[in-house]
């Protein structure tokens, strides 16, 4: 059974991912190639899906976990495109 992150863990996280983001927006800035900047895309895309994934994790382990209907709700707005 996986650790449920802390709410400072995952706010750590969004902070890193704030730094990722910066990044790929210079990446465009300067021009950089199409490849390059998407492939940091791609990462900062599953650094997200992670943070949300933690937080799911915590809804569903914590001390008050919400009930199904509203886990459901949850999930789906995230997988929505």
Do not use: F, N, W
């Amino acid at each position: 059974m996986s650790r449920q992150p802390r709410p400072e863990e995952l706010v750590e996280r969004l902070h890193k991912i704030e730094g990722q983001v910066r990044g790929v927006s210079r990446m465009v800035e300067r021009g950089e190639r199409c490849q390059d900047i998407l492939t940091q895309v791609a990462a900062a895309r599953a650094a997200l899906a992670a943070v949300a994934l933690g937080l799911l994790d915590s809804e569903l382990h914590g001390d008050h976990p919400a009930g199904a209907d509203a886990v459901l709700a949850a999930v789906e707005r995230l997988v929505r495109l």
